[in-house]
């Protein structure tokens, strides 16, 4: 495996042009993974998406984080706090470009947002994954997380199952 070195930071509000590029990379690349698709994600007007980014920028609800590697946005994965328990980040949006998937930015990612999570208070991550997506799914073992054995409807397409899984922050 290679690894890439890549400069993981929370997003700015600055960076919506850029990020709101990768989000709709994501989309096509991976629709399933996420809770929107690609031609809702266009639809949003610019100063709406950015919006929703300054709001991820800073606080203890919600954060995102981007990899970048020369200047490109390349990786992404979010955190934001369980409405359920609120020792839990749900970790959401997680996406790695095709070119980098495999190189350790996956774990560089899950790892800021743990550490976002401990200093909010929340010393516990979970996740959902598609069943199916073996891939995902290993590369989440490998980062600690275990199959809670519990199954719930994908939040879009309700005949997907979806897997949970949980690890300390």
């Not at 960076?15 to 929107?36: K, N, V």
């Not at 350790?104 to 208070?121: C, E, N, P």
């Not at 997380?145 to 005949?159: A, K, L, N, S």
């Amino acid at each position: 495996m290679v690894t890439t070195r890549a400069t993981v930071r929370r997003v700015r509000h600055q960076d919506a042009a850029r990020m709101r590029a990768l989000r709709l990379e994501m989309l096509a690349d991976t629709p399933l993974a996420f809770l929107e698709t690609l031609a809702e994600a266009a639809a949003v007007p610019h100063s709406e998406f950015a919006d929703r980014l300054a709001r991820s920028a800073s606080g203890h609800f919600c954060a995102q984080f981007i990899a970048e590697v020369d200047g490109r946005f390349v990786g992404h994965a979010g955190g934001i706090m369980s409405p359920d328990d609120p020792k839990i980040t749900i970790i959401f949006a997680v996406y790695i470009t095709p070119a980098h998937r495999g190189s350790g930015m996956l774990k560089q990612l899950v790892d800021d947002v743990a550490a976002w999570s401990l200093r909010t208070g929340r010393p516990e991550l979970m996740l959902e994954v598609v069943v199916g997506n073996d891939r995902a799914r290993k590369a989440y073992e490998r980062l600690g997380f275990v199959d809670t054995g519990v199954r719930v409807p994908h939040p879009v397409i309700p005949v997907l199952r979806e897997i949970q899984m949980r690890r300390p922050a």
